[in-house]
């Protein structure tokens, strides 16, 4: 679901938002996968407009129970994934604490020039 989510910032924002936001977060009992580019365009998920990609992801949530949105950001959008991991997962005691990492991706091409549909992912994260 990551891959495809950050698959479609690269083809469809990179333009316009040569950065990408990956949040996975676990809070209140849920698996939370957010990816947010800078690009101010919505995707419209009841449209039946998103490509195959997309759609791939929501039937995928669906079949553990999740859901997807795509919700609009302070600069930009975010895809949200949510999920209910099995019980008895380890994601679903964090001791009642919210355990979140944040990975921020700059796609580049060979020249280290912000480039569309293609890129080399590089990632900084940590937990917070």
């Not at 950050?6 to 809070?27: F, G, I, K, L, W």
């Not at 997309?54 to 994934?81: H, I, N, Q």
């Not at 991991?85 to 604490?97: F, N, Q, R």
């Amino acid at each position: 679901m990551v891959s495809e989510l950050v698959s479609n910032a690269v083809r469809h924002a990179a333009e316009q938002s040569p950065d990408a936001e990956v949040t996975v977060t676990v809070a209140a009992g849920q698996l939370v996968i957010g990816v947010g580019d800078q690009d101010p365009r919505m995707i419209d998920l009841a449209s039946g407009t998103a490509g195959e990609g997309l759609r791939t992801v929501v039937e995928l949530a669906a079949a553990y129970e999740g859901d997807v949105s795509v919700e609009p950001a302070a600069r930009g959008k975010t895809a949200l994934v949510r999920l209910l991991p099995a019980p008895g997962h380890p994601a679903m005691s964090t001791g009642g604490e919210d355990t979140s990492v944040r990975f921020e991706i700059t796609y580049l091409n060979a020249d280290d020039d912000p480039a569309v549909g293609t890129g080399v992912g590089q990632a900084t994260g940590g937990t917070r």
